[in-house]
């Protein structure tokens, strides 16, 4: 139940003060933080004073050349970060709701269901809501959950790894990923597989390409040590003849130009072998992804637009991976 008197009301917290404490984060200096914010130096330092003694903390050092936040300034500008930005998303949410409209969504993706799953969902929700604004992003899971948390972004399809805050993220399973070897149609490897099974196609062993030139994601890439160790499981010697590049253009361009092979995630490779770009190589590959999902923050109310734009997910990934919300599992701090 809501408290009838919380500690800001008692304390008359402005949000003044908030405005304040994140232009000096931002700023560094309170000349600088007061003209930001269009007062005078002596009025943003008695701002400052009353909310330190409101407080019984000092929240920033003062410093020769500037103002250095704390240990309870980070604290506080975190919060009022949060604060701000909240305001921020009802105001645009009020906007938006008298103009007839439902507002913005921001959606962050790892690439499979990137090209699998979002432009469906994103299809499905234009189609009954026109005037709804929606914004997609398409990145590394670590590069979408920061954004997540910088509230740049509503909703991410990504996964979770172990440094991750589980209780501070709702997260509903979709499926895993598998991985795919792929090539230039009429690669060399074709040929070779087909004559070895006297024109049938037979599978691949990994000692029949571990001395090919492969296009690999980079070192520090989960799929990259999965890969490796694939090749140490097999009792070989891992590919040294590689580029690395995570860059989806770079890839389908190159082995169009060469007999290189590249690593791709299963959506992603059959995507592109269905617009006759790349083949799949009959070679199985034992370095499956870690599953992926619809990720919230579970400290932070979802928007309308972003209500919607997760059931459109919902129901396009089911249809596509059978994953319904009955079969996810949701870690929240709830």
């Known amino acids: 139940m ?3 008197s919380p ?3 008692r304390t008359r917290l402005k949000t003044r003060q908030l405005l304040l404490v994140v232009a000096l984060a931002e700023e560094g200096n309170i000349h600088r933080a007061a003209a930001a914010l269009n007062m005078t130096q002596p009025a943003a330092s008695r701002l400052l004073r009353e909310l330190e003694e409101m407080l019984g903390a000092l929240l920033f050092e003062r410093m020769p050349r500037g103002m250095k936040p704390t240990l309870y300034g980070d604290a506080l500008i975190r919060h009022a970060r949060a604060v701000l930005g909240s ?5 645009e949410e009020l906007t938006a709701l008298k103009a007839g409209r439902l507002g913005h969504v921001a959606v962050g993706a790892i690439t499979s269901p990137g ?3 979002l432009p469906a969902a994103v299809a499905a929700v234009k189609r009954t809501h026109a005037n709804m604004r929606i914004s997609v992003e398409i990145d590394a899971s670590n590069a979408l ?3 997540l948390a910088q509230d740049k972004l509503d909703v991410v399809l990504g996964r979770l790894s172990a440094e991750h805050d589980k209780l501070a993220l709702r997260y509903e399973a979709l499926t895993g990923e598998p991985v795919c070897a792929v090539v230039r149609p009429g690669h060399p490897l074709f040929s070779a597989s087909a004559d ?6 037979k599978p691949l062993t990994l000692a029949d390409v571990a001395r090919a030139t492969w296009v ?3 070192v520090a890439s989960v799929l990259r040590h999965r890969f490796e160790l694939m090749f140490q499981r097999a009792s070989l010697a891992p590919p040294s003849n590689v580029v690395e590049t995570p860059a989806l253009l770079f890839i389908t361009r190159v082995l169009e130009q060469s007999d290189m092979i590249a690593v791709l995630t299963g959506d992603v490779a059959r995507y592109y072998a269905a617009h006759g770009m790349v083949a799949i190589l009959p070679l199985p590959m034992d370095c499956q992804m870690d599953d992926f999902g619809i990720i919230t923050r579970a400290d932070k109310l979802l928007s309308p637009a972003a209500e919607v734009m997760i059931e459109a997910l919902r129901a396009v990934s089911a249809e596509v991976y059978g994953a319904t919300p009955t079969d996810a599992q949701t870690y ?3």
Not at 196 to 201: Q, T, V
């Open 2 to 4: 809501l408290e009838t």
């Open 7 to 9: 500690w800001y009301v």
């Open 87 to 91: 305001l921020d998303q009802a105001q």
């Open 115 to 117: 090209v699998r799953v």
């Open 145 to 147: 959950l920061e954004h």
């Open 196 to 201: 070895a099974a006297d024109d049938a196609e």
């Open 216 to 218: 690999v994601p980079p």
């Open 332 to 334: 929240s701090s709830n």
